[in-house]
Nanobody, 124 residues
Framework: QVQLVESGGGLVQAGGSLRLSCAAS????????MGWFRQAPGKGREFVAA???????VYADSVKGRFTISRDNAKNTVYLQMSSLKPEDTAVYYC??????????????????WGQGTQVTVSS
C-alpha cells in the first residue's frame, strides 16, 4: 500500500521559514514526479510546486523565489523549503505523486497518490 506522510508544518510568524517533508513508502517511486499542493479554508486545492525524478522543478507564481522543492531519491523523500512566509500562505499542505512528467503537472486530478496533509499557519 502506497503511503505519503507529510511532516514539518506548524505556526510561524510572517517572514519566517519552515521546511516540510514528505516520506513515501509502499512501492518504488523511481521516475515519479512529486508535488506539493495546498488548500486554504474555503478554497480549492492549488498547485505549489513539483519536481521530477531528475530534479527539474516548476513553481506556482505565488511562491516562486520564496519556496524551494527538492528530493532525496535514496530516501524516497521530497522537501519543501518555505521562506519569507506570508499570512496568505496559511493552508493545509499536501504531498502528491504521479508516475510521469507528461502534461498536467499543476493539476490536482493528475496525481495518483496523496498524503494526509500538514497544517501551516503564518501569523501577521
Amino acid at each position: 500500500q502506497v503511503q505519503l506522510v507529510e511532516s514539518g508544518g506548524g505556526l510561524v510568524q510572517a517572514g519566517g521559514s519552515l521546511r516540510l517533508s514528505c516520506a513515501a513508502s509502499g512501492r518504488t517511486f523511481s521516475g515519479y514526479v512529486m508535488g506539493w499542493f495546498r488548500q486554504a479554508p474555503g478554497k480549492g486545492r492549488e498547485f505549489v510546486a513539483a519536481i521530477s525524478w531528475s530534479g527539474g522543478s516548476v513553481y506556482a507564481d505565488s511562491v516562486k523565489g520564496r519556496f524551494t522543492i527538492s528530493r532525496d531519491n535514496a530516501k524516497n523523500t521530497v522537501y519543501l523549503q518555505m521562506s519569507s512566509l506570508k499570512p496568505e500562505d496559511t493552508a493545509v499542505y499536501y504531498c502528491a505523486a504521479r508516475p510521469s512528467v507528461a502534461a498536467g503537472l499543476r493539476k490536482v486530478d493528475q496525481y495518483n497518490y496523496w498524503g494526509q496533509g500538514t497544517q501551516v499557519t503564518v501569523s501577521s
